[in-house]
């Protein structure tokens, strides 16, 4: 008798203790709806890579993401032609070179996630 109450202890002690450490936390079930401009900036910092030559209000190694949304907008050009390497560049032709390295992986994006980045540069 005294092991069937050991055991139920333990039962309810892994239970507790598991639901305890994922409170807050999302389920890999659960979907997180994120808006265009959110999943723009995580793949621009993350898989893009996109920061590392392109900040917010300053050239680096390409333009600013401001320099590239205030000519794309100017010129009424479409940043995810460009991206699928279907469009000439219009903000700096010069870098057009280096960009051209990272087609492959811009070109391996989805619609929805060129579109997100898009949504990002824009809105900043």
Sequence with gaps: ?????????????????????SFGKP??????????EALGKEIFEG????VACHQ???KIVGPSIQEIATAYKTKNGNIVDFLKNDATPLVDPSQYEVMKTNFAITKAMSDRELKAIEAYIYSN
């Design 27 to 36: 389920t890999e079930s659960s979907t997180e709806v994120k808006t265009p």
């Design 1 to 21: 008798m005294k092991h069937y109450f050991f055991i139920l202890f333990i039962i309810l002690f892994s239970c507790k203790k598991e639901s305890e450490e």
């Design 56 to 58: 917010v209000d300053q």
């Design 47 to 50: 898989k893009g890579n996109c």
